[in-house]
Protein backbone atom coordinates (compact mmCIF):
# COMPACT_ATOMS: atom_id res chain seq x y z
CA UNK A 1 0.00 0.00 0.00
CA UNK A 2 1.44 3.40 -0.93
CA UNK A 3 1.27 6.47 0.71
CA UNK A 4 -0.87 9.07 -1.01
CA UNK A 5 0.20 12.61 0.23
CA UNK A 6 -2.86 15.16 -0.30
CA UNK A 7 -2.55 18.82 -0.46
CA UNK A 8 -5.16 20.98 0.20
CA UNK A 9 -5.51 22.07 -3.33
CA UNK A 10 -6.34 18.65 -4.41
CA UNK A 11 -9.97 18.41 -6.09
CA UNK A 12 -10.01 14.20 -5.73
CA UNK A 13 -9.81 14.90 -1.64
CA UNK A 14 -12.78 17.21 -1.77
CA UNK A 15 -14.70 13.65 -3.49
CA UNK A 16 -14.30 11.90 0.00
CA UNK A 17 -13.05 14.96 2.58
CA UNK A 18 -15.12 18.10 2.62
CA UNK A 19 -13.70 20.52 5.18
CA UNK A 20 -16.91 23.18 5.40
CA UNK A 21 -18.84 19.50 5.94
CA UNK A 22 -16.39 18.81 8.68
CA UNK A 23 -16.02 21.73 10.28
CA UNK A 24 -19.90 22.95 10.30
CA UNK A 25 -20.70 19.64 11.51
CA UNK A 26 -17.90 20.13 14.75
CA UNK A 27 -20.12 23.47 14.83
CA UNK A 28 -17.61 26.05 13.90
CA UNK A 29 -18.71 29.35 13.99
CA UNK A 30 -18.13 32.92 13.53
CA UNK A 31 -15.89 34.44 16.60
CA UNK A 32 -14.52 30.78 17.72
CA UNK A 33 -11.12 29.94 18.80
CA UNK A 34 -9.98 26.76 16.69
CA UNK A 35 -6.61 25.52 16.82
CA UNK A 36 -5.45 22.86 13.86
CA UNK A 37 -2.42 20.25 15.20
CA UNK A 38 -0.52 18.96 12.35
CA UNK A 39 -2.44 21.52 10.02
CA UNK A 40 -0.04 20.52 7.08
CA UNK A 41 -0.75 23.37 4.54
CA UNK A 42 -4.39 24.00 5.57
CA UNK A 43 -6.70 21.98 4.47
CA UNK A 44 -8.85 22.68 7.23
CA UNK A 45 -7.11 25.84 9.16
CA UNK A 46 -8.15 27.73 6.06
CA UNK A 47 -11.80 26.92 5.66
CA UNK A 48 -11.76 26.91 9.61
CA UNK A 49 -10.45 30.42 9.06
CA UNK A 50 -12.88 31.55 6.76
CA UNK A 51 -15.80 30.68 9.15
CA UNK A 52 -14.76 31.74 12.44
CA UNK A 53 -14.28 35.52 10.34
CA UNK A 54 -12.53 38.05 11.13
CA UNK A 55 -13.46 38.31 15.42
CA UNK A 56 -12.30 34.69 15.57
CA UNK A 57 -8.55 33.33 15.75
CA UNK A 58 -7.07 30.08 14.40
CA UNK A 59 -3.81 28.67 15.71
CA UNK A 60 -2.53 26.45 12.91
CA UNK A 61 1.00 24.24 13.96
CA UNK A 62 3.20 21.45 12.10
CA UNK A 63 6.53 20.57 12.04
CA UNK A 64 6.76 20.68 8.25
CA UNK A 65 8.15 24.20 7.27
CA UNK A 66 7.20 24.31 3.78
CA UNK A 67 3.30 23.52 4.53
CA UNK A 68 3.36 26.04 6.67
CA UNK A 69 4.57 28.34 4.37
CA UNK A 70 2.06 27.42 1.63
CA UNK A 71 -0.62 27.98 4.54
CA UNK A 72 0.78 31.54 4.96
CA UNK A 73 0.99 32.13 1.05
CA UNK A 74 -2.68 30.98 0.38
CA UNK A 75 -3.98 32.90 3.56
CA UNK A 76 -2.06 35.92 2.80
CA UNK A 77 -3.24 35.62 -1.16
CA UNK A 78 -7.27 35.34 0.39
CA UNK A 79 -6.85 38.39 3.23
CA UNK A 80 -7.02 36.12 6.27
CA UNK A 81 -5.11 37.80 9.10
CA UNK A 82 -6.78 35.65 11.62
CA UNK A 83 -4.31 32.63 11.20
CA UNK A 84 -1.30 32.19 13.55
CA UNK A 85 1.10 29.88 12.30
CA UNK A 86 3.85 28.29 13.87
CA UNK A 87 6.51 25.61 12.84
CA UNK A 88 6.54 23.40 15.84
CA UNK A 89 6.55 19.80 16.96
CA UNK A 90 2.99 19.07 18.75
CA UNK A 91 4.50 17.71 21.53
CA UNK A 92 5.74 21.13 22.48
CA UNK A 93 3.29 23.14 21.62
CA UNK A 94 0.76 25.23 23.99
CA UNK A 95 -0.57 28.55 22.42
CA UNK A 96 -2.61 29.51 25.36
CA UNK A 97 -4.38 27.82 28.93
CA UNK A 98 -8.01 27.37 28.37
CA UNK A 99 -8.38 29.62 25.16
CA UNK A 100 -9.97 27.27 22.80
CA UNK A 101 -13.81 26.26 21.60
CA UNK A 102 -12.19 23.61 19.43
CA UNK A 103 -8.81 21.38 19.48
CA UNK A 104 -8.65 19.68 15.82
CA UNK A 105 -6.75 16.38 15.07
CA UNK A 106 -7.18 16.22 10.90
CA UNK A 107 -5.67 12.63 10.09
CA UNK A 108 -3.24 13.41 12.08
CA UNK A 109 -3.24 11.97 15.70
CA UNK A 110 -1.68 8.95 14.65
CA UNK A 111 1.49 10.05 13.42
CA UNK A 112 2.91 12.14 16.75
CA UNK A 113 5.32 10.68 18.50
CA UNK A 114 3.81 11.06 21.91
CA UNK A 115 0.22 11.22 21.13
CA UNK A 116 -0.77 11.20 24.66
CA UNK A 117 1.63 14.44 25.30
CA UNK A 118 -0.25 16.11 22.43
CA UNK A 119 -3.72 15.13 24.12
CA UNK A 120 -2.64 16.41 27.73
CA UNK A 121 -1.86 19.68 25.91
CA UNK A 122 -4.87 20.00 23.56
CA UNK A 123 -7.00 19.74 27.23
CA UNK A 124 -4.71 22.56 28.47
CA UNK A 125 -5.63 24.79 25.50
CA UNK A 126 -9.70 23.73 25.30
CA UNK A 127 -11.61 26.30 27.27
CA UNK A 128 -14.16 24.21 29.30
CA UNK A 129 -16.52 24.40 27.26
CA UNK A 130 -14.46 23.49 24.03
CA UNK A 131 -14.32 20.16 22.50
CA UNK A 132 -11.77 17.69 21.48
CA UNK A 133 -11.94 16.55 17.55
CA UNK A 134 -9.87 13.64 16.31
CA UNK A 135 -10.78 12.87 12.36
CA UNK A 136 -8.68 10.16 11.37
CA UNK A 137 -8.06 7.06 9.28
CA UNK A 138 -10.53 4.08 9.87
CA UNK A 139 -8.40 0.84 10.45
CA UNK A 140 -9.03 -1.14 7.28
CA UNK A 141 -7.35 -1.86 4.09
CA UNK A 142 -7.80 1.19 1.69
CA UNK A 143 -5.77 2.51 -1.70
CA UNK A 144 -4.04 5.03 -0.18
CA UNK A 145 -3.43 6.83 3.76
CA UNK A 146 -0.79 5.65 6.38
CA UNK A 147 -0.19 2.20 6.24
CA UNK A 148 -2.37 0.31 8.64
CA UNK A 149 -0.01 -0.79 11.39
CA UNK A 150 0.15 3.09 11.61
CA UNK A 151 -3.15 3.72 12.50
CA UNK A 152 -5.46 4.26 15.06
CA UNK A 153 -8.38 2.16 15.79
CA UNK A 154 -11.68 3.47 17.16
CA UNK A 155 -10.57 1.38 20.18
CA UNK A 156 -7.50 2.72 20.56
CA UNK A 157 -7.91 6.15 20.05
CA UNK A 158 -11.05 6.21 22.72
CA UNK A 159 -8.82 4.65 25.17
CA UNK A 160 -5.76 7.64 24.38
CA UNK A 161 -8.49 10.46 24.73
CA UNK A 162 -10.15 9.15 27.81
CA UNK A 163 -6.53 8.81 29.20
CA UNK A 164 -5.87 12.29 28.74
CA UNK A 165 -9.02 13.28 30.75
CA UNK A 166 -11.38 13.65 28.21
CA UNK A 167 -15.01 12.03 27.83
CA UNK A 168 -16.41 10.75 24.73
CA UNK A 169 -19.10 12.62 23.29
CA UNK A 170 -20.09 10.80 19.72
CA UNK A 171 -17.90 8.58 17.56
CA UNK A 172 -19.45 8.52 14.14
CA UNK A 173 -17.72 7.44 10.61
CA UNK A 174 -17.42 10.60 8.34
CA UNK A 175 -17.21 9.57 4.95
CA UNK A 176 -15.56 6.08 3.34
CA UNK A 177 -11.91 6.51 4.98
CA UNK A 178 -12.20 8.14 8.08
CA UNK A 179 -14.09 7.93 11.65
CA UNK A 180 -14.58 11.60 13.85
CA UNK A 181 -14.93 11.26 17.61
CA UNK A 182 -15.89 14.51 19.75
CA UNK A 183 -14.57 14.44 23.10
CA UNK A 184 -15.14 16.82 25.78
CA UNK A 185 -13.27 18.07 29.26
Sequence with gaps: MSK??????DPERLKWQDPDHILSKIGIKPGMVFIDMGCGDGYFALP????????????ANDIDPGAIERLRIQAEKEGLDNIITEVKAAEETMVCEECADRVFFGIDLHDFNEAAVVLRNAKKMLRPSGLLIDLDWKDEPMPFGPP?????????????ITSAGFRIISV????????LIIAGR
Excluded at 4 to 9: A, E, G, I, K, T
Excluded at 148 to 160: D, G, N, Q
Design 172 to 179: QDSGPYHY
Design 48 to 59: AARKVGPRGKIY
Design 148 to 160: PEKRFSVEKARTL
Design 4 to 9: RLFRSD
